[in-house]
């Protein structure tokens, strides 16, 4: 009874061991947090330092122990004015992060905006009259914008008559102007 009761035990001893270096080969999970979503806003032209306070804040929320450069770094960053984006990547040495973040710059539109405009053109104008009437009335509030190059007149005929609808439209590509707005011709000014 000895001899069997010790062969049982060796029995069920081996397929112990035998689960146990099992277990052990089973893959670790990574206790890195991800920095693949992080979010910051950021925008046109700010400098370095404000650009790597701000990611750095946002860093702490995830993983407080992840210090820049150790753990992560950030591209793109030294002229915001140029990028349109910043990376935000965890370096390969890192213990506390993982991933890669793109930041997209927030541009700032400076250009103005004419939809409020309102320029007063009269029945009985030739075309030549109103071009110049409304280059001179635009260049007088925005210097340096230009016919062509900066906004279009649209639906301008040989002869203004009154009610006539005329379209100054900026260029999407213009560095001064936005938008559009829309003359009504007026009735021909009364002679005196």
Same mark, same amino acid.
């Given at each position: 009874?000895?001899k069997t009761l010790m062969i049982l035990s060796g029995i069920t001893?081996?397929?112990? =061991?035998?689960?146990?270096?099992? /277990?052990?080969?089973?893959?670790? $999970?990574?206790?890195?947090?991800?920095?693949?979503? =992080?979010?910051?806003?950021?925008?046109?032209?700010?400098? +370095?330092?404000?650009?790597?306070?701000?990611?750095?804040? /946002?860093?702490?929320a995830i993983e407080p122990r992840a210090l820049f450069k150790n753990? *992560? $770094?950030?591209?793109?960053?030294?002229? $915001?004015?140029? *990028?349109?984006?910043?990376?935000?990547?965890?370096?390969?040495?890192?213990?506390? +992060? #993982?991933?890669?973040?793109?930041?997209?710059?927030?541009?700032?539109?400076?250009?103005?905006?004419?939809?409020?405009?309102?320029?007063?053109?009269?029945?009985?104008?030739?075309?030549?009259?109103?071009?110049?009437?409304? #280059?001179?009335?635009?260049?007088?509030?925005?210097?340096?914008?230009?016919? /062509?190059r900066d906004y279009s007149i649209l639906h301008l005929p040989k002869? +203004?008559?009154?009610?006539?609808?005329?379209?100054?439209? /900026? *260029?999407?590509?213009?560095?001064? =102007?936005?938008?559009?707005?829309?003359?009504?011709?007026?009735?021909?000014?009364?002679?005196?």
């Amino acid at each position: 009874m000895k001899k069997t009761l010790m062969i049982l035990s060796g029995i069920t001893i081996i397929p112990m =061991l035998t689960s146990t270096v099992v /277990a052990c080969n089973e893959p670790q $999970t990574s206790n890195k947090k991800t920095i693949d979503n =992080l979010f910051v806003e950021i925008e046109h032209g700010m400098l +370095l330092n404000a650009v790597q306070t701000l990611i750095t804040k /946002a860093i702490d929320a995830i993983e407080p122990r992840a210090l820049f450069k150790n753990d *992560y $770094t950030i591209e793109g960053s030294e002229v $915001t004015a140029e *990028y349109e984006k910043i990376h935000v990547i965890a370096t390969p040495k890192s213990k506390w +992060l #993982e991933g890669h973040a793109v930041i997209f710059v927030k541009k700032q539109d400076r250009r103005i905006s004419i939809s409020e405009w309102n320029i007063k053109l009269f029945g009985e104008m030739n075309q030549e009259e109103a071009i110049q009437e409304i #280059e001179q009335w635009i260049s007088n509030k925005v210097v340096g914008a230009k016919l /062509a190059r900066d906004y279009s007149i649209l639906h301008l005929p040989k002869k +203004l008559t009154e009610d006539d609808e005329i379209m100054i439209k /900026a *260029y999407e590509d213009s560095a001064l =102007l936005k938008d559009s707005f829309k003359i009504t011709v007026l009735p021909p000014k009364k002679q005196n």
